[in-house]
């Protein structure tokens, strides 16, 4: 049932377009400058702009899909209501009349008034039904439009999302404390940025490897962070907008860096304009880098006022894009080879080939080299415990009451936080990660579900209204051509990454 949320609990919609931002912006783009060396910096633009445009179509898909859904809901509830007060009259009329020879009771017949039996048919104004202020998750519209394969489909993409998301934070924080602990460097013509082999010894003389010091981090951050699948924490205020400060904080040093570098140094980069052997990897990356759909319906609810919401949306895209496109190309010009998580290049190891040796720029060097270390950990929690409360609901669904507390309380948080921490300790290849997560799961949450939720929720509109019903909610892009380009473009995204993964 939709959750109507108090005056106490909504925000501006200003803040709402800081909350979207940094829902979006998030791990993707530290991967986006490596991607964009390898697939060249024009394609790499190109795509960025396609990829926001497309992004942006099914976000207001989305938003259209969750209007569709509250008046669904709504109208039904007053239908609901009118047969109540239908059938209330029908026992107070025979209650006064106390005739025993009254016809059987019909809930459906109009037994109060015409105007009550045109009320049960249809509003006098529908449109005041559309709303997007009714909490209604994509697993709500998903019961709600799809059937039971859909249904089934949709927790498995999301699932499957949900688990390479963990896998990602899990490698990426692992990755980020390794390269800070192991000092060794093997020879002293490695370029920062490099990739160093699995085998290469973490300290000088000392018989451990990389990959095992890795291998030790992801196993403690297991121990460490893990256990709060276990428990219904949340986030608070605080923790909000610690996080988010340290986003923005940690972003603009690094384009700020990367700016001043191209000033003092010139472009030590030269990468190519196009290269299509680079273009699945740069694929899955943007696609992972745009996401927000799957948080969406829970993010634009408390917004106070929903008028402007389309216009909001749209230039946080334009926002988004910029900054991505800035981050990437500053990065691939100015350093010569982006690492393929972009904050290591300021690795304070890097420091005597990439920026100069001095106290502050060692600081800002681990704080960057850190920080996803800082944001990921407080994110991890609350993606486990939502993928614990969805592999409990697809399961047991609403029974789940009657299955005992080792189930309910220990089978599902193992099975949250497990399989993505025995992937990272498999691979700790992000671009991998990414490029599957993105292509596959990704384009299923950001471009095939929205685009059939709002394909439904359309035609369900129609037959109820007839047609004649203007929703303010409804996004510039209608028609099922739409829909059909959207579908074509999420299948050749998947099919790319699909050859490229089996052909190399």
């Given at each position: 049932?939709?959750?109507?949320?108090?005056?106490?609990?909504?925000?501006?919609?200003?803040?709402?377009?800081?909350?979207?931002?940094?829902?979006?912006?998030?791990?993707?783009?530290?991967?986006?400058?490596?991607?964009?060396?390898?697939?060249?910096?024009?394609?790499?633009?190109?795509?960025?702009?396609?990829?926001?445009?497309?992004?942006?179509?099914?976000?207001?898909?989305?938003?259209?899909?969750?209007?569709?859904?509250?008046?669904?809901?709504?109208?039904?509830?007053?239908?609901?209501?009118?047969?109540?007060?239908?059938?209330?009259?029908?026992?107070?009329h025979e209650s006064e009349t106390e005739d025993d020879g009254a016809e059987e009771f019909n809930e459906d017949a109009p037994l109060v008034s015409s105007t009550d039996d045109a009320v049960d048919r249809f509003p006098s104004q529908p449109?005041?039904?559309?709303?997007?202020?009714?909490?209604?998750?994509?697993?709500?519209?998903?019961?709600?439009?799809?059937?039971?394969?859909?249904?089934?489909?949709?927790?498995?993409?999301?699932?499957?999302?949900?688990?390479?998301?963990?896998?990602?934070?899990?490698?990426?924080?692992?990755?980020?404390?390794?390269?800070?602990?192991?000092?060794?460097?093997?020879?002293?013509?490695?370029?920062?940025?490099?990739?160093?082999?699995?085998?290469?010894?973490?300290?000088?003389?000392?018989?451990?490897?990389?990959?095992?010091?890795?291998?030790?981090?992801?196993?403690?951050?297991?121990?460490?962070?893990?256990?709060?699948?276990?428990?219904?924490?949340?986030?608070?205020?605080?923790?909000?907008?610690?996080?988010?400060?340290?986003?923005?904080?940690?972003?603009?040093?690094?384009?700020?860096?990367?700016?001043?570098?191209?000033?003092?140094?010139?472009?030590?980069?030269?990468?190519?304009?196009?290269?299509?052997?680079?273009?699945?990897?740069?694929?899955?990356?943007?696609?992972?880098?745009?996401?927000?759909?799957?948080?969406?319906?829970?993010?634009?609810?408390?917004?106070?006022?929903?008028?402007?919401?389309?216009?909001?949306?749209?230039?946080?895209?334009?926002?988004?894009?910029?900054?991505?496109?800035?981050?990437?190309?500053?990065?691939?010009?100015?350093?010569?080879?982006?690492?393929?998580?972009?904050?290591?290049?300021?690795?304070?190891?890097?420091?005597?080939?990439?920026?100069?040796?001095?106290?502050?720029?060692?600081?800002?060097?681990?704080?960057?080299?850190?920080?996803?270390?800082?944001?990921?950990?407080?994110?991890?929690?609350?993606?486990?415990?939502?993928?614990?409360?969805?592999?409990?609901?697809?399961?047991?669904?609403?029974?789940?009451?009657?299955?005992?507390?080792?189930?309910?309380?220990?089978?599902?948080?193992?099975?949250?936080?497990?399989?993505?921490?025995?992937?990272?300790?498999?691979?700790?290849?992000?671009?991998?990660?990414?490029?599957?997560?993105?292509?596959?799961?990704?384009?299923?949450?950001?471009?095939?579900?929205?685009?059939?939720?709002?394909?439904?929720?359309?035609r369900e509109v129609k037959k109820l209204s007839s047609g004649d019903v203007q929703n303010v909610f409804a996004s510039p892009f209608q028609g099922t051509f739409w829909v059909v380009i959207v579908l074509l473009w999420a299948a050749a995204c998947i099919l790319l990454v699909f050859v490229n993964l089996f052909a190399s």
């Open positions: 049932m939709p959750l109507v949320l108090s005056a106490d609990n909504q925000y501006s919609p200003w803040t709402g377009l800081v909350y979207i931002f940094n829902l979006i912006v998030g791990t993707g783009a530290l991967t986006l400058p490596h991607s964009f060396l390898k697939a060249g910096w024009g394609l790499g633009l190109a795509l960025i702009i396609i990829l926001a445009f497309v992004s942006f179509v099914t976000a207001t898909f989305v938003l259209e899909a969750i209007s569709c859904a509250n008046f669904i809901a709504r109208y039904k509830r007053m239908k609901q209501l009118a047969r109540v007060s239908r059938r209330i009259a029908r026992v107070n449109q005041q039904l559309f709303s997007l202020n009714e909490k209604l998750e994509m697993g709500d519209m998903a019961n709600m439009f799809f059937g039971r394969f859909g249904q089934f489909l949709f927790f498995f993409c999301f699932a499957i999302y949900l688990y390479g998301d963990l896998a990602i934070y899990t490698a990426v924080v692992s990755k980020s404390l390794s390269d800070v602990v192991c000092t060794y460097e093997p020879s002293s013509n490695a370029t920062c940025g490099d990739d160093l082999p699995p085998d290469t010894e973490c300290w000088e003389g000392f018989p451990m490897t990389r990959l095992s010091m890795y291998r030790i981090l992801v196993a403690t951050f297991l121990g460490f962070i893990g256990p709060f699948a276990f428990f219904n924490v949340q986030k608070t205020k605080y923790l909000q907008l610690f996080t988010s400060f340290m986003r923005w904080l940690a972003f603009s040093v690094m384009i700020s860096l990367a700016v001043r570098q191209l000033i003092l140094k010139g472009p030590e980069g030269h990468p190519n304009i196009a290269n299509i052997r680079g273009l699945p990897a740069l694929l899955g990356a943007s696609v992972y880098s745009f996401m927000c759909h799957h948080s969406l319906p829970g993010l634009v609810a408390p917004i106070s006022g929903t008028t402007h919401i389309k216009r909001l949306l749209a230039m946080d895209y334009i926002l988004i894009a910029s900054f991505y496109l800035l981050l990437s190309l500053t990065g691939v010009f100015a350093f010569p080879h982006p690492d393929e998580l972009y904050t290591l290049v300021f690795n304070p190891r890097c420091s005597s080939s990439n920026l100069e040796d001095s106290l502050l720029m060692r600081i800002i060097g681990y704080f960057l080299a850190l920080f996803p270390v800082f944001t990921l950990s407080t994110s991890f929690p609350i993606i486990a415990i939502t993928l614990r409360n969805n592999l409990q609901n697809a399961t047991l669904g609403s029974n789940s009451t009657s299955y005992p507390w080792v189930v309910q309380r220990l089978l599902f948080p193992f099975l949250s936080v497990i399989p993505p921490v025995l992937v990272a300790l498999i691979s700790e290849n992000l671009e991998i990660l990414v490029r599957i997560t993105g292509s596959f799961a990704g384009a299923g949450i950001q471009y095939i579900i929205p685009a059939l939720l709002v394909f439904f929720a359309r």
